[in-house]
């Protein structure tokens, strides 16, 4: 009897939690939950190469069968891409591919349970190592494009990416290329592009600049007549002495942000030094810029106003004729009757833009 008893209270003991007075009131003592967490079996860092893709296989704890995983870039951009793939609610893969070398970037993965949720990271360096396919070539040490294509023949490229950290001796040699037409840079670190460096490269039709670069060169394109398209950043501050003159071929000058395109500082002294000179389509993220409105009046935010312009009354000094000298960006077609006639050939693409008059009260 003895032992049947000591077995009925071990039995109610592992049913049911012990209980805890409080005020009084027993209350039984439940066990704490299981914290909500997520494991990679690969680690939280990971070291890729350009083009390379990695799986990650996590394990959740602590969560339920309501669990939904989230990936994200910490820094949004066209570097990597995510893939996640659920194969329970407690385990699945997250496969990454990383397109182009990034900085400072982090894979952010979120989890939630329908109650909790947490977020932790998995950090990504992307090695450079140098290779060449024909069409995209990876320089991991500035100064060492010549010796990367020292065995390939040079007059059979023509399109080329470029990927990596150059200097000025390899800008040199991306001009000694005799055919190359179309060269994207887009994802090269170079923050100036040096003097003379494209100059009279006829064989160029289209350009993209580095998105680290923040000034171009004196004479960079200077008699380019062949360039059609050119890129610039919006990470560009400045322009140098007459670096477009003469590319009489450009058609569309492509930027990302309007009011950076606007704050730029212009070294020329010559109007058709711009690349909108001769370009009379500026494409704004990829969309022909048509129609704008803009105004004059003075204490508007210099980032706001959109366009830099020259003056509309017909009563300007003569000397104003001309781009204004502070802000020249864009010339345009005056938009009354009574303009110069001297001016009816500046811009003709952009004429259609609507104008803001100015307000006849403003300070002049």
């Known amino acids: ?59 959740i704890t602590g969560g339920s069968a309501n669990n939904v995983v989230k ?27 990383a397109k182009t070398p990034s900085i400072d970037n982090r894979v952010l993965v979120s989890v939630s349970d329908g109650n909790r949720s947490i977020t932790t990271e998995i950090d990504i360096t992307v090695a450079l190592k140098a290779f060449f396919d024909g069409k995209t070539i990876v320089v991991e040490t500035p100064g060492t494009l010549a010796e990367l294509l020292a065995d390939y023949d040079r007059t059979a490229i023509i399109e080329l990416t470029v990927i990596g950290n150059l200097n000025d001796e390899d800008i040199a040699t991306l001009k000694s290329l005799p055919n190359l037409a179309i060269l994207d840079m887009e994802h090269v670190n170079l923050e100036k592009l040096p003097v003379k460096a494209f100059q009279k490269k ?36 400045e322009i140098g002495d007459v670096a477009f003159y003469e590319c009489t071929g450009l058609t569309g000058v492509y930027i990302t942000d309007i009011a950076k395109w606007c704050a730029i500082k212009f070294r020329s002294a010559f109007a058709n030094a711009t690349p909108l000179f001769y370009a009379h389509n500026l494409y704004l993220n990829g969309e022909l810029v048509t129609e ?13 106003c959109i366009l830099r312009l020259q003056r509309l009354d017909k009563h300007h000094d003569s000397q104003q004729r001309n781009v204004d000298r502070r802000l020249r960006i864009l010339r345009l077609q005056w938009p009354d009757k009574h303009h110069d006639s001297r001016q009816r050939n500046v811009d003709r693409g952009l004429r259609i833009l609507r ?6 009260h403003h300070d002049s």
Not at 71 to 89: C, K, L, R
């Open 1 to 59: 009897m003895k032992k049947l008893f000591l077995l009925t209270a071990l039995f109610v003991a592992a049913a049911f939690p012990s209980c805890s007075k409080h005020d009084g009131v027993e209350t039984p003592d439940w066990p704490e939950p299981q914290p909500l967490a997520i494991a990679f079996a690969e680690g939280n860092e990971l070291f890729f190469g350009v083009g390379e893709t990695k799986t990650v296989h996590y394990t």
């Open 71 to 97: 990936v994200e870039m910490q820094n949004p951009d066209d570097a990597y891409t995510v893939e996640t793939t659920p194969i329970s609610a407690t385990e699945g893969t997250i496969a990454i591919t």
């Open 202 to 237: 006829k064989s160029l039709t289209s350009v993209k600049l580095p998105r680290t670069l923040t000034s171009i060169g004196n004479f960079a394109f200077f008699g380019c007549s062949g360039l059609t398209s050119i890129t610039i950043p919006d990470s560009v501050t």
């Open 292 to 304: 704008l409105v803009i105004s004059r009046q003075r204490g508007v935010d210099r980032g706001v």
């Open 355 to 360: 104008l803001q008059r100015p307000d006849k």
